[in-house]
């Protein structure tokens, strides 16, 4: 029963927030250097590349991590370089990346359910890169606002944003139980917001009210590095 009740309840949130794409915005705000993620046809990591089921299944922090690495090391080379060394960005040299990442973060049996434990794992790989990362954390009230705030805060400062949605996947919410990388923010003249997002691979777009109220409700979070 209780189940249900929660199902109905973010099915009824869903609904209330529009699904269109705005045609003006108010604010428009991605990564300065965005383009560094394309390759390929493909924009930023997909767990599909692992060869496992298990990673694939498991493997959506690791995809962010490999994707935040990838973007810091080729956006500031004389301080992020070691981050990611490969020269030749194919498929094949990211997905290596990707395993290295899934390696040393060694999600659990129910994937990474933890901001506080991806960022220590985070910082502990670029230590090992002999990098100094650290994590930006956010000690405001969790609310859209502040959210939003933190969001901005990260992609001005060109800084991909990683966001955990632990949302119950039985709801049939698409970015349930779900690692992704934030690459931009959009707000419409009517305060609809939209956050671009990296996931499996591709570029989406997808309706920020919807997705912070899964995080409120079910837990989550949003960390960037520098």
């Avoid at 590349?49 to 991590?65: L, Q, S, T």
């Avoid at 070691?82 to 094949?92: G, V």
């Avoid at 999600?107 to 220590?120: I, Q």
């Amino acid at each position: 029963m209780r189940d249900k009740k929660i199902i109905s309840r973010m099915k009824k949130i869903l609904s209330q927030n529009p699904k269109n794409k705005p045609s003006v915005f108010l604010e428009d705000i991605k990564l300065a250097n965005e383009e560094l993620l394309f390759f390929h046809r493909h924009y930023g990591g997909n767990q599909q590349w692992y060869d496992e089921k298990a990673k694939i299944e498991k493997g959506c922090g690791p995809v962010v991590a490999a994707n935040i690495s990838y973007y810091l090391a080729k956006k500031d080379k004389g301080k992020y370089e070691k981050l990611f060394t490969p020269q030749d960005l194919s498929q094949q040299e990211f997905t290596m990346h990707m395993e290295s990442l899934y390696h040393h973060m060694e999600p659990g049996a129910f994937g990474m359910t933890s901001l506080f434990d991806f960022s220590s794992k985070m910082e502990s790989y670029a230590l090992s890169r002999n990098v100094s990362l650290s994590r930006v954390s956010n000690k405001s009230k969790f609310t859209l606002d502040n959210t939003t705030m933190y969001i901005k805060e990260g992609l001005l400062n060109n800084c991909p944003v990683a966001t955990l949605n632990l949302l119950w996947p039985k709801t049939g919410y698409p970015y349930a139980w779900h690692w992704m990388t934030i690459t931009g923010y959009s707000r419409d003249t009517v305060d609809n917001r939209w956050i671009t997002v990296s996931t499996w691979g591709e570029r989406r777009m997808i309706n920020y009210r919807a997705y912070f109220q899964a995080m409120f409700w079910f837990g989550g979070g949003l960390m960037y590095f520098n």
